[in-house]
């Protein structure tokens, strides 16, 4: 089977700084995306890891670790715009991307 | 990255009834994948479609209930069948990213479908 585990909810205030933990189970592993969701619109992508290591776009950065099955994504100087929903998801081998149960997060003035 | 034109944007059905939503892409795409959204939820993968072959449907869908047709290379369609109040959700298309880039996955606006 797969599944991804993320958390729930986040809280944070204007300009700081968020991290969303992401851990996988999987079969046919290829990467890993990361995607923002604002209530009422289509998911919107954020970024992609492969390989280990840290990726950076801007305010947003990822990291994957395969070894572990682990990623997390990084949103800095954070504002108002970025209350969403921020789902983590698998691409398999084959293609097909898998999603996690999706982080609030809610940014606070 | 692709551009996807789906509708309709939304609906309100009667029970027993079916609803075709339509999904056009601006470029040809070899794979085209249909969500399901339900309220408050992640996206759960119905099927996925290629060209010239039957679609590939996840464990709790089967085709009888979510037919899908491929016609093309740039378009899709997915049927809800029989509709219950339980399929009322937000239904999503998406194409396949570029392996050699950035590797996004592309989403049409969604149909948010309500049965009544």
């Known amino acids: 089977g797969q599944s991804l585990e993320q958390p729930s909810e986040v809280t944070a205030v204007e300009g700081a700084i968020v991290q969303i933990n992401c851990t996988y189970q999987?079969?046919?592993?290829?990467?890993l995306s990361w995607y923002q969701q604002h209530d009422g619109g289509a998911p919107t992508f954020l970024s992609y890891?492969?390989?280990?290591g840290l990726e950076e776009t801007g305010r947003f950065s990822s990291f994957l670790s395969r070894s572990d099955s682990y990623g997390y994504l990084l949103l800095q100087e954070l504002q108002m715009k970025d209350s969403a929903s921020y789902f983590c998801?698998?691409?398999?081998?084959?293609?097909?991307?898998?999603f996690g149960a999706g982080t609030q997060v809610v940014v606070t003035p | 990255s692709a551009v996807i034109s789906q509708k309709p944007s939304r609906d309100i059905c009667q029970r027993g009834t079916s609803l075709t939503i339509q999904c056009q892409v601006d470029?040809?795409?070899?794979?085209m994948f249909w969500y399901r959204q339900q309220p408050g939820q992640s996206l759960t993968l119905i099927a996925t479609?290629?060209?010239?072959?039957?679609?590939?449907?996840e464990s709790g869908f089967v085709i009888d209930k979510f037919p899908i047709s491929r016609p093309n290379l740039t378009f899709s369609t997915l049927t809800v069948s029989n509709m219950s109040p339980e399929d009322s959700s937000i239904y999503l298309c998406?194409?396949?990213?570029?392996?050699?880039?950035?590797?996004?996955?592309?989403f049409g606006s969604g149909t948010r479908l309500t049965v009544v």
């Open positions: 998801a698998v691409i398999s081998s084959w293609g097909k991307l898998q």
């Open positions: 479609a290629n060209q010239g072959s039957e679609a590939t449907y």
């Open positions: 998406s194409v396949e990213g570029r392996r050699d880039r950035d590797y996004g996955y592309t």
């Open positions: 890891n492969a390989l280990d």
């Open positions: 999987t079969s046919g592993f290829y990467g």
């Open positions: 470029s040809q795409v070899t794979m």
